[in-house]
Structures are given as structure tokens and as C-alpha cells.
Antibody
Framework: QLQLQESGPGVGKPSETLSLTCTVS??????????WGWIRQPPGKGLEWIGS???????YYNPSLKSRVTISIDTSKNQFSLKLSSMTAADTAVYYC????????????????WGQGTLVTVSS | QSVLTQPPSVSGAPGQRVTISCTGS?????????VHWYQQLPGTAPKLLIY???NRPSGVPDRFSGSKSGTSASLAITGLQAGDEADYFC???????????FGGGTKLTVL
């Protein structure tokens, strides 16, 4: 059974860089069938896709966050990671990692399996 | 403001049927891209409920169904149960953003 687990600091200061890691178990992150994505949810609010990565290292990001986001992958550890720079209070959210099903033709994409999420609070 | 528009809340009595709408535009649902639905029970991560407009993953009861027409999609839940109380989110691909977009979410209350 596929499981995803987010890890990283729960608190950060304004202007710092957030670093989170997602560890995948019960399946290979090197599967050619899937992307791996990050989604966040501010307290009491909706979901926002941050970006996704393929096992080859190919990435695509939400344009609203692209200038501050870097997603990387380590297939040897079955992990992928998120870095979000220049944090502000608006980045306070629960951050989820997920297996991202992406089909090019026809174009469709959805998040098939989710981690439990980790709360990141940005505060001075 | 979310790219996809959902009603903030819906409610129904046990056993009843409710529907949740999701309205998009010509760059997402109206362009023919699939709509997917997620259920988020209180304090938990979202769970895929419907994919490809109307397909249920293994284990999702057939009380949950999805449909799409034009620039909108709907999630229907029949035989409402107390355990269905949750937030429901729609999601699609948007060609203008070249990525996934979500609705703002709908809170379902079972009276």
C-alpha cells in the first residue's frame, strides 16, 4: 500500500526558506507513470497546488509561486523535496505531498494518494 | 479567490440526496479538461473521491457520483450519512496556468 510522509520544521521565520521532504513507501518514486506533487492548505481555507516533479527531474510549478519554489527528487532514497524561499505569514499552511497522475493526451491530472500533511507556521 | 467556484456550504438530512456544483471557465472545465473531486474529513488529508469526471476509485461507495457539462461539474451524494460530513473540493487542469486548479471547497453538513 502506497504511503507518503511529509517531514520538516514546523516553524519558520519571515524571509527564511522552507524545506520539506516527502518519503514514499510501498511503491517506487521512479515509476514512469506518475509525477509527485506538493499542495498546501492555509488554515480554514482551500487547496493550492504548488508544483510537481517527474522521476527524471522534470518539474512544473504554479506560476504564482514559481519564483520562490524549487522541487527536487532523490530516487535513491525514494524521496522528493520542496523548498520555498522568502517566506511570509501568508505561507502558513498545511503542506501535503501527493502522487500526481498526469496524462498528456488527453490532458488530465489529479492527485491519487496524499500524505497526512504537515503544518508549517511562519512567525517571527 | 479560487479559479473554480463552489458553494461554501450545502446541507441535507440523513438519507437525502445533495449535489455540489463546481463552475469553471473556457480555460479549464469549459475547454474539456476532466474534473476530479476530493473528500476531506475533519482533521484529515484530502482523499480522491471521483476522477475523470465520473469514475470512482476502488473502495468509494456508489452513493457518490460525478458529472460534467459545459463549464460546470457536479458531485452528487445519495443516501446521506453522518459520516459524509466533510469538505469537498473539485479540481481540474487549467491551460492558462498550465497546472492544476482547485475549487474553494464546499462544507457538507448532515442535519
Amino acid at each position: 500500500q502506497l504511503q507518503l510522509q511529509e517531514s520538516g520544521p514546523g516553524v519558520g521565520k519571515p524571509s527564511e526558506t522552507l524545506s520539506l521532504t516527502c518519503t514514499v513507501s510501498g511503491g517506487s518514486i521512479s515509476s514512469s507513470s506518475y509525477f509527485w506533487g506538493w499542495i498546501r492548505q492555509p488554515p480554514g481555507k482551500g487547496l493550492e497546488w504548488i508544483g510537481s516533479i517527474y522521476y527524471s527531474g522534470s518539474t512544473y510549478y504554479n506560476p504564482s509561486l514559481k519564483s520562490r519554489v524549487t522541487i527536487s527528487i532523490d530516487t535513491s532514497k525514494n524521496q522528493f523535496s520542496l523548498k520555498l524561499s522568502s517566506m511570509t505569514a501568508a505561507d502558513t499552511a498545511v503542506y501535503y505531498c501527493a502522487r500526481h497522475v498526469v496524462s498528456v493526451t488527453p490532458r488530465t491530472e489529479y492527485f491519487q494518494h496524499w500524505g497526512q500533511g504537515t503544518l508549517v507556521t511562519v512567525s517571527s | 479567490q479560487s479559479v473554480l467556484t463552489q458553494p461554501p456550504s450545502v446541507s441535507g438530512a440523513p438519507g437525502q440526496r445533495v449535489t455540489i456544483s463546481c463552475t469553471g471557465s473556457s480555460s479549464n472545465i469549459g475547454a474539456g479538461y476532466d474534473v476530479h473531486w476530493y473528500q476531506q474529513l475533519p482533521g484529515t488529508a484530502p482523499k480522491l473521491l471521483i476522477y475523470g469526471n465520473s469514475n470512482r476509485p476502488s473502495g468509494v461507495p456508489d452513493r457518490f457520483s460525478g458529472s460534467k457539462s459545459g463549464t460546470s461539474a457536479s458531485l452528487a451524494i445519495t443516501g446521506l450519512q453522518a459520516g459524509d460530513e466533510a469538505d469537498y473540493f473539485c479540481q481540474s487542469y487549467d491551460s492558462s496556468l498550465s497546472g492544476s486548479v482547485f475549487g474553494g471547497g464546499t462544507k457538507l453538513t448532515v442535519l
